[in-house]
Each structure stands twice: as C-alpha cells, then as structure tokens.
C-alpha cells in the first residue's frame, strides 16, 4: 500500500555501512518511511541539523565524528527522536548514549523487525499528546520557576524553553504530576516507557542525571528533583530550598 510522500515519515539514518543503510531503507520503505543515508558522522551532524526529520538513527562507530559526539550536539538545539544503533552493545555504551540524550539503543544485531518496532514506539511517544477528556486542554503545571505546558509537550524554566528528549518529559511529567510524593523507578519505568523500549532500572538514573542538569540542579543540593534513598525520586513541589 502506498503511502502519499508528504505522509511519509522522515527519517535520517547516519551510518558508514552503505549496505546495511540500503537493506533498512528498503525494509522501512514499505512502511512508510522515507530513509535518508549520510556515510560519516561530520555529514550525519551537518545534516541532522540543517533539514527536518521525524527521527533519526545513528551508529556510534563512524568515521570523522564518532556517534556520541555526533549526538551530543544534535541535543545542542533539537529534541529529535534518536535511536542509537551499535555493533557494541555493551551497558556502559548504552548508558552513554542515554546520559548524553539518546531516546532508545538497539544493538545492530537486531532485526529489521525490532527496529521498526522501536522506530513506531520512539514516534508514538514523541507525538502523542498527554491522555485527557475530549474537549479538556490539560493544564500547565507550574512549579516555582517550571512551568510543563502537557498539550504542546513544552517545558520552560523561568523565560528559557528547555530542550528535553521525548522520555524527558514523560518523565518530568511524571514527576511534576506527583510532585512531592516518591515515584519508585519501577513505577517510573511503568508509566514512561513502552514495551518496545529495553528497559533495565539504569536507565531512569541516567534520564535524573539528565533531566537535573538541565533544570540546573546541583546533586549536593538538590531544589527540583530529589533523591530517596533506597526508594526513588520525587519532585519538590518547593525548589525554593535545596534539600
């Protein structure tokens, strides 16, 4: 069935294997997506920035500009969906590539079939907008300095908008939503993550890690987001005094 090109998902694969970029952009092509291929991770970055993308897969062996660095200037100025994709697989490089902004990682083992999977999981999450009655516009939570528009899926912190990735926000929202009540990071893991996700309990510390610094957060005194020894975070519903 065919898909009408301005319906077509845009997606930049940044990959040095030409090969394997013909196979997916082949594979995905039937399933709407328009696949795009840059061979090295100066071309990946110069592209992921300058055009328009729905999402964008990105290896981290590449020549010219390793992947990690690829993506943390990616995540300078845009929240695009990022699917890292590696030969490596190993924690540690997961860990990295989510600490550094990434929304999901796959090894490049995998199949065409997981990768569309988590491809449709990443777009659903980045698109969806927040459960609410029909004709109810959820309201803006604001808390001290942060302010979570929930329908336009934008954070502000004072007159700054910041840039968070998809599973960011829903963990921010999470939070905002329960503020000063402890989240487990098993609940955590349950109300932002899809099935298609891998999930292991690592990564919500990393998304903290992240999600503090950018609310500018020291770790030794914590004003938004805190730490529960044993049990798992909470949202301070007074930033105003550090813990």
């Known amino acids: 069935m065919s898909t009408h090109a301005s319906q077509r ?16 952009a082949d594979y995905l092509r039937g399933f709407g997506y328009d696949v795009h291929a840059a061979h090295n991770g100066l071309e990946g970055l110069q592209r992921a920035t300058g055009e328009s993308w729905q999402a964008i897969i990105l290896d981290v062996m590449l020549p010219s500009m390793d992947g990690f660095e690829v993506l943390k200037r990616i995540r300078e100025s ?9 030969a490596l697989g190993e924690e540690p490089d997961r860990i990295i590539g989510l600490e550094m902004g990434a929304d999901d990682y796959l090894p490049k083992t995998s199949s065409p079939r997981e990768l569309l999977a988590r491809l ?9 907008p927040v459960a609410q009655s029909p004709g109810e ?15 336009a899926r934008l954070a502000l912190l004072g007159d700054e908008e910041l840039t968070l990735t998809p599973v960011e926000f829903d963990l921010l929202l999470v939070l905002a939503q329960a503020r000063n009540r402890v989240k487990s990071r098993e609940e955590l ?5 899809d099935r298609n ?4 309990d ?42």
């Open 202 to 243: 690592r990564s919500i510390d990393v998304h903290i890690s992240a999600l503090r610094k950018k609310l500018g957060d020291d770790p030794k005194a914590q004003r938004f987001i805190r730490t529960v020894r044993g049990v798992g975070y909470m949202l301070s519903n007074d930033p105003g005094r550090s813990a």
């Open 78 to 86: 845009s929240s695009v969906p990022i699917l890292m994709l590696t």
């Open 9 to 24: 998902i845009q997606l930049l694969l940044i990959d040095d294997d030409t090969k394997f970029c013909r196979l997916i």
């Open 189 to 193: 893991l349950n109300e932002i993550r």
């Open 137 to 151: 516009t959820p309201p803006d939570i604001v808390i001290g300095p942060l302010a979570i528009n929930q329908a």
């Open 197 to 200: 996700y891998e999930v292991f």
């Open 120 to 128: 449709r999981a990443l777009l659903r999450r980045a698109s969806s």
